[in-house]
């Protein structure tokens, strides 16, 4: 392999992107536009959820629950309804996502110490907000009936302790508050390498096929193999660049913790970009389109990165069929390693499954990409 010819190569390559808007868009542009949609509207998390109240009391003790709801940050109390038919017209007509209805005697009951319900309506349309509605509400009156029950225990002199022998001391490691963002950002940056390598390298060989180049470009003395490291080379130093901005947006804007080791990070990140690139490349062999090359990669890369990766979907909650398929799905391991980087401070010795897995997909799409490129015109 000369290098000269490469460089050369490279050179011509970067000439194009400059000046190609499209490219220029997908290098720049799209990874910010991408990571930002993808950081504010990806979330599974639930806030200011809209809460009719039906109280059929109206007493202290009532009102001291309604103000639990009001002063939670995942609540909205949008109205206290009059009646039960107000209630159900409100949820029917989705002015909220949740009921909730105080009986009549729930003082009286709280008084004589007896069992008293709380009941909750949901909107179930949505069974993931509803679910986590069920949880945030739960935890409101939770709250509410252990102070209760620490008032009734100290009325009646008796200890609250003897009544609960055990308890559980929850602590939450890698992700502490739970939070979406932290789990869903990191794998955006692989969703972003997927979309913006396979893009930019599936229109490297097509390009010169519409633009009537590949005749010069075959009888020039550059080898296949000078060809496919010339043009994909200015495209792996994009990428890089571009999950710095992702990697750096990840942490300064949206507060994603980034506690594990450069050198992992970009180790990781080489090897998938890699594999996307000779993707697209065979791609691009494969079809003189433009047009046509851009929707195949998008086919091949985005979709299992985005559905079978563990992504946005926790993979261990697939049915087993769809697990056993995720192993062949060369962007899983990346997520996965992003997600150990970032959150659980992982390094290259922390990730040696992730990095042979991905070392394996490398080396078998390299061999395929410097094979699939002749310099004939058939």
């Known amino acids: 392999m000369n290098l000269r010819r490469t460089a050369a190569i490279g050179r011509k390559e970067l000439i194009q992107i400059r000046r190609d808007p499209r490219s220029l868009l997908i290098a720049v542009v799209l990874p910010l536009i991408q990571i ?99 949880g945030y509400a739960t935890a409101v009156v939770d709250s509410y009936a252990n102070r209760i029950q620490l008032d009734w225990f100290s009325r009646h002199g008796l200890s609250q302790q003897a009544t609960v022998p055990v308890s559980v001391d929850y602590r939450t490691w890698f992700n502490e508050d739970l939070e979406s963002k932290n789990f869903i950002i990191p794998g955006t940056v692989a969703l972003v390498m997927a979309l913006m390598g396979a893009l930019l390298s599936s229109l490297t060989i097509a390009r010169e096929w519409e633009r009537g180049t590949m005749e010069q470009l075959i009888a020039s003395p550059v080898t296949p193999l000078e060809i496919m490291i010339g043009k994909l080379a200015p495209y792996l130093i994009i990428g890089l660049l571009d999950a710095i901005s992702c990697a750096a947006f990840a942490v300064g804007w949206f507060g994603v913790p980034f506690r594990g080791g450069l050198g992992a990070f970009f180790f990781t990140t080489t090897l998938f970009l890699i594999v996307i690139l000779g993707i697209g ?14 929707q195949y990669a998008l086919l091949v890369t985005l979709m299992p990165t985005a559905m079978l990766s563990g992504f946005a979907f ?11 398929v995720s192993y062949v799905v060369y962007s899983r ?17 922390d990730l040696i499954p992730e990095i042979i897995a991905m070392a394996i997909y490398a080396a078998v799409i390299a061999f395929f990409a410097t094979r699939a490129f002749r310099k004939q015109i058939e």
């Open 281 to 294: 490349y065979m791609i691009s062999v494969a079809t003189r389109s433009q047009l046509g090359a851009s």
């Open 36 to 134: 930002l949609l993808l950081g504010y509207g990806a979330r599974l998390d639930a806030d200011h959820i809209p809460v009719y109240i039906l109280d059929q009391e109206g007493s202290q003790n009532s009102q001291a629950l309604l103000k639990g709801f009001q002063a939670s940050p995942y609540f909205d109390v949008v109205k206290v309804a009059r009646n039960y038919p107000e209630l159900v017209r409100a949820i029917d007509a989705d002015r909220c996502k949740l009921g909730i209805v105080i009986p009549w005697d729930f003082s009286e009951r709280l008084g004589d110490g007896r069992p008293v319900s709380v009941q909750a309506l949901l909107d179930g349309t949505d069974n993931n907000s509803a679910q986590l509605a069920e």
């Open 314 to 324: 926790p993979i261990d909650q697939m049915p087993v069929a769809i697990r056993v």
């Open 333 to 349: 391991y990346y997520v996965s390693a992003l997600k150990r980087i970032f959150l659980g401070g992982a390094g290259i010795n």
